[in-house]
């Protein structure tokens, strides 16, 4: 049971590129959600999914679009890089009020 | 003003201190409250719940003060191992079946020996 998996760990982008972060949750939880992290500002809400096949935007969507392929992935996509979209981006699923998080990913848009 | 609120510290204390941290949140709707640990370059993981009627899970209290909206935690004896950054986490009814889930940005601990 690996829990919330996200890969890369690391990525360094130029400004315009783009590219897709990945998560997978192996606990058949409905609820899956994708965060950035920033200092002084703790977690914001970028596209939440309450179950396969629904997703919402949260807090700050703006520059991202997200796929919620099945149960179990989550993917969020950065179409053209900003540099204020260096984060720390985590992904998270829910059961009842508990989230489980994935280990993140440092992105640097250069 | 932000819709819940934790002073960002640092908290830095010696071991076996005694060291309490409040969070205060703005909305009188939100329904459950809960503490996230988060060390440094990792994930948040659940802390604890906190429920009305205050609860203690070892060294940790948390206690929920609805009339004066702030939940608080303390930590007794404490170890270097509790060196971490504490979020405060309230989760806010936003429809018969829709909620919102609101992080604070933390409190920094760090215990000296």
């Known amino acids: 049971n690996a829990g919330v998996t996200q890969t890369p760990k690391f990525q360094v982008l130029k400004t315009g590129q783009s590219m897709t972060l990945q998560c997978a949750q192996d606990m058949n939880h409905n609820s899956m959600y994708w965060y950035r992290q920033d200092p002084g500002m703790g977690l914001r809400l970028i596209y939440y999914?309450?179950?396969?096949?629904?997703?919402d935007k949260g807090e700050v969507p703006n520059g991202y679009n997200v796929s919620r392929l099945n149960k179990r992935e989550f993917s969020l996509r950065l179409e053209s890089a900003a540099p204020s979209q260096t984060s720390v981006y985590f992904c998270?699923?829910?059961?009842?009020?508990?989230?489980?998080f994935g280990p993140g990913t440092r992105l640097t848009v250069t | 003003r932000k819709e819940v609120e934790q002073d960002p510290g640092p908290f830095n204390v010696p071991e076996g201190a005694t060291v309490a941290f409040n969070c205060t949140y703005s909305?009188?709707?939100?329904?459950?409250f809960f503490w996230y640990r988060q060390d440094c370059r990792k994930e948040p993981k659940l802390l604890m719940s906190?429920?009305?009627s205050g609860n203690e899970d070892g060294r940790f209290t948390a206690q929920l003060n609805r009339a004066s909206q702030y939940i608080s935690l303390l930590i007794r004896d404490s170890k270097l191992s509790d060196s971490a950054t504490y979020l405060c986490v309230v989760n806010l009814r936003t429809g018969s079946s829709a909620s919102k889930i609101i992080f604070g940005s933390g409190t920094r601990l760090s215990i000296r020996p």
């Open positions: 906190v429920y009305s």
């Open positions: 909305n009188s709707a939100s329904q459950s």
């Open positions: 998270a699923s829910k059961t009842g009020y508990e989230q489980y």
């Open positions: 999914s309450a179950s396969e096949g629904t997703t």
